[in-house]
Nanobody
Framework: QVQLVESGGGLVQAGGSLRLSCAAS????????MGWFRQAPGKVREFVAA????????FYADSVKGRFAISRDNAKNTVYLQMNSLKPEDTAVYYC????????????????WGQGTQVTVSS
């Protein structure tokens, strides 16, 4: 298990872009598939995007396809989420986590979550 710290969130106008980073500590980072999740106030946490260990396979929620792009740099122990064409409904706290595949798609491998990074999109 690795320690994860999200950053890069902020306030942006609709149509703008943000790039989130998830910095990991631990020597086994490159062995994990990684994912991004988000949670808006009063809403359940939802899956956003995932990437396998070497970046060859990527998965996205339908709501962000064509707008968001997940990537990783194992040499830097970091996973990224490039968010373009942001909409007010993208407003949420964004979290990264190690993931595994389930019948319904990627799910968190571990039960714990970090602090996340706040993304606020104004209309």
């Amino acid at each position: 298990q690795v320690q994860l710290v999200e950053s890069g969130g902020g306030l942006v106008q609709a149509g703008g872009s943000l790039r989130l980073s998830c910095a990991a500590s631990g020597r086994t980072f490159s062995t994990y598939a990684m994912g991004w999740f988000r949670q808006a106030p009063g809403k359940v946490r939802e899956f956003v995007a995932a990437i396998n260990w070497n970046g060859s396979n990527k998965f996205y929620a339908d709501s962000v396809k064509g707008r968001f792009a997940i990537s990783r740099d194992n040499a830097k122990n970091t996973v990224y989420l490039q968010m373009n064409s942001l909409k007010p409904e993208d407003t949420a706290v964004y979290y990264c986590a190690a993931v595994e595949m389930s019948a319904t798609g990627p799910r968190p491998l571990f039960a714990s979550w970090g602090q996340g990074t706040q993304v606020t999109v104004s209309s």
